[in-house]
């Protein structure tokens, strides 16, 4: 039997895509395989997307990772449902966009959005301070100076 080269390459994807996968996508693909299976994972993984990007959104704020965690809630959302794919796309594109602007700058303009983050920053964590311990850090910072 003569088989050509055409022929055993669709043979050999044949094989390949009938095999199961393996790891968290071969996990998925099981949960997958029935409909209260699907419902379960969508109802999962969007109520843990809605928590992380929520959680993420009251972050930004703040100093620390706000945005990353608003990130990765979109990318768990976006393994079920392709608005959160498109919101994720967009996001991409967006900062990839607002950094390009950035390195295209002097420095002089990278040094002054520096500066307007990070006292952004340090006004966002007075305030945080001050209304959650209730310690005034300018006040403790004009006696520490003050003292002898």
Do not use: C
């Not at 608003?70 to 796309?89: C, D, I, P, R, S």
């Not at 303009?109 to 005034?136: E, P, W």
Request: hydrophobic share 55%.
């Amino acid at each position: 039997m003569v088989v050509n080269k055409g022929q055993k390459d669709t043979d050999v994807s044949r094989r390949t895509s009938e095999m199961p996968r393996r790891g968290l996508v071969g996990w998925f693909d099981a949960v997958r395989a029935n409909q209260a299976g699907r419902l379960t994972l969508r109802i999962v993984v969007g109520v843990l997307g809605a928590i992380l990007v929520g959680g993420g959104l009251l972050l930004v704020p703040l100093p620390g990772p706000g945005w990353l965690i608003v990130f990765a809630g979109l990318a768990l959302l976006a393994t079920e449902f392709a608005w959160a794919a498109h919101v994720l796309q967009f996001g991409r594109r967006t900062l990839e966009s607002w950094t390009g602007w950035l390195m295209r700058q002097g420095w002089t303009v990278r040094v002054l959005v520096s500066a307007i983050t990070l006292a952004f920053a340090g006004i966002i964590a007075y305030f945080m301070v001050r209304l959650t311990i209730g310690i005034d850090m300018v006040q403790e910072f004009r006696h520490f100076i003050e003292s002898p």
